[in-house]
């Protein structure tokens, strides 16, 4: 059974960091496109990052250009989120998934982890 676990949310100040990672059992990583995606509240749930299935280079949103930095830890199956310079406007529920497509679509991802919260105070 496929379980993708997040943590490392929390609440920071404007201007700060925080480094969500993912774990997955059940596949491997480095076989899937995997990807971080956000929800904020009464927002559908937009792209954020992504690695395609063979390890190119990897997809931002514009809007986290610059800011956010996508990595994984191919021995320990983990994937992370590196948030830097954080604003208001990223709060939200970070979810990691993986597919089969590289997408920056959601319903293309098969599977979902519950979500990490990230709040942002101004």
């Known amino acids: 059974q496929v379980q993708l676990v997040e943590s490392g949310g929390g609440f920071v100040q404007a201007g700060g960091s925080l480094r969500p990672s993912c774990t997955a059992s059940?596949?491997?990583?480095?076989?899937?496109?995997v990807g971080w995606f956000r929800q904020a509240p009464g927002k559908e749930r937009e792209f954020v990052a992504a690695?395609?299935?063979?390890?190119?280079?990897?997809y931002y949103a514009d809007s986290v250009k610059g800011r956010f930095t996508i990595s994984r830890d191919k021995a320990k199956n983990a994937l992370y989120l590196q948030i830097t310079n954080l604003t208001p406007e990223d709060t939200a529920v970070y979810y990691c998934?993986?597919?089969?497509?590289?997408?920056?679509?959601?319903?293309?991802?098969?599977?979902w982890g519950q979500g990490t919260q990230v709040t942002v105070s101004s």
């Open positions: 059940g596949l491997t990583f480095n076989t899937y496109t």
């Open positions: 690695y395609n299935w063979i390890g190119a280079p990897t």
């Open positions: 998934a993986a597919g089969r497509v590289a997408t920056t679509t959601p319903r293309e991802y098969d599977y």
